[in-house]
């Protein structure tokens, strides 16, 4: 082979490609990349190359992309896979979207195949889904492994962990990239030789005071800072009592009215159908108490027929705002942030606002002059998808070191 040339990349399911970046930084050259994301496609157009076919991917036959590639990488949908969607099953048909991966693998045979999934991957159905993928792939002849990666031991400012599955067929041992920070856990038996974690404020504290607006910024050192927008909403609503009410009042009127209906509070329990709830009712020790909801109290004055003294404030509710400290996720500061998600990113320490787009897309270490097309709802979920660039590059350099080794 001609000594400089650059191995080739089929990515498939590639979004706004942050592999895909993180493999052309260490090398590769994506000849053919895919999706049916219209603006993650826009994105990727804009700041990586026109090599991106736009299109669901059951419908473009291999024959449509090109052959003779090293390597096929893909993050398949992980929507029917994630430990976070308690829906996931094992007849999700988004878990069978891995199989467009294994024929684009059958067809074009690539010594390497690298892909990217949620961790919840290893669980589902005990362990068996991923022992068919695994086994599928085996049986095109890859020797496969996966392990659980944690950006963060690879300097990332996100403790997001990730499974990467990676197959090849030369017969080598699969190439992980080795970790270079420690994080605050106890695992390490030597922290010798490793970085400190890099923390959110160390990646955007700069941009703490720099105003959200959708127009490029040009900061002082004429840096440039695109998409630096966020949503303004760190409330969340719920429905709650219009007027204080006190428990205690309410048990003594409530028991004083069962025992003139001539009910036990089991009889009562069962009238509702519950096993315990009546119990709180009728208790007010230790804050053990609580006060029936509206239709409750309703069904309690049909069979207590008791007056109208608190129906007012009992039944009473409004709209009312949960604040930030009670409910929302604030960002971490002096640690890498959790897993930057493809919804409702987390809340500025400023609390003022959620993290912005930039802010986002830096703590997936996506260089500072990518950016995204698309509403602002649609710019988070392409930088949530996405595998985090610096990770993505130092999985692809031992690949390339293992490809370079072999050709030579
Ligand atoms: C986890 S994201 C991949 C992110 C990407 N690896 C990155 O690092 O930016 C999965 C992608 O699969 C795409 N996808 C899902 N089903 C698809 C299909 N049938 N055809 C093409 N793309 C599909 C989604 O639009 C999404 O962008």
Redesign the pocket.
């Known amino acids: 082979m001609k000594k400089n040339r650059r191995f080739k990349v089929i990515s498939l ?8 970046l993180g493999f052309i930084n260490a090398g590769f050259e994506i000849v053919w990349a ?4 219209k603006e ?1 496609v826009e994105t990727y157009r804009k700041n990586i190359g026109e090599h991106i076919v736009y ?4 419908e473009i036959k291999s024959e449509e992309m090109p052959n003779d590639v090293d390597l096929v990488i ?5 929507q029917g896979f994630s430990v976070a969607n308690t829906k996931r099953s094992v007849k999700d048909e ?1 878990n069978f ?1 891995y199989k ?1 991966m294994l024929r684009v693998i059958k067809d074009k045979k690539p010594k390497f195949f690298v892909a ?1 999934n949620v961790k919840g991957i290893l669980s589902i159905g005990k362990g068996k889904v991923f022992e068919m993928i695994k086994e599928d792939f085996e049986t095109l002849g890859y020797k496969v492994d996966a392990r659980i990666l944690n950006a963060a031991e690879y300097g990332v400012p996100q403790a997001r962990e990730r499974v990467i599955i990676i197959g090849n067929r030369i017969g080598v041992e699969n190439p992980y990239p080795k970790i270079t920070h420690w994080i605050d856990t106890k695992k390490y038996k030597s922290k010798k030789g490793l970085k400190k974690f890099v923390t959110v404020k160390d990646a955007i504290g700069y941009l703490s005071d720099v105003k959200i607006c959708a127009d490029p910024i040009v900061l002082n050192n004429n840096k440039i800072i695109y998409n630096h927008i966020a949503s303004t909403n760190v409330y969340d609503k719920f429905w709650g009592r219009k007027y204080k009410v006190n428990q205690a009042e309410i048990c003594d009127y409530l028991k004083e009215w069962r025992n003139k209906a001539g009910y036990t509070t089991k009889r009562v329990d069962e009238h509702f159908g519950y096993k315990y709830t009546a119990g709180h009712w009728f208790r007010k020790d230790n804050n053990s108490g609580s006060i029936p909801k509206p239709n409750d109290w309703w069904e309690l004055k049909k069979i207590f027929k008791f007056d109208n003294k608190y129906d007012k404030v009992v039944t009473t509710m409004i709209e009312k705002e949960i604040k930030f400290e009670q409910s929302l996720r604030i960002t971490n500061w002096d640690r890498p942030s959790d897993t930057i998600t493809a919804t409702g990113p987390e809340i500025h320490i400023d609390k003022e606002r959620r993290l912005s787009v930039r802010e986002c897309a830096i703590l997936q270490t996506f260089p500072d002059n990518f950016e995204f097309i698309g509403s602002l709802n649609v710019m988070y979920k ?1 930088i949530g ?3 985090p660039v610096l990770l ?1 590059e130092k999985i692809a350099k031992v690949i390339i070191k293992k490809l370079k080794e072999e050709t030579s």
């Open positions: 399911f590639s979004g706004a490609g942050g592999m895909d895919n999706d049916f994301f993650a299109g669901d991917i059951t893909g993050g398949f949908p992980c988004r979207l467009e990217e392409q998808n996405a595998v993505a």
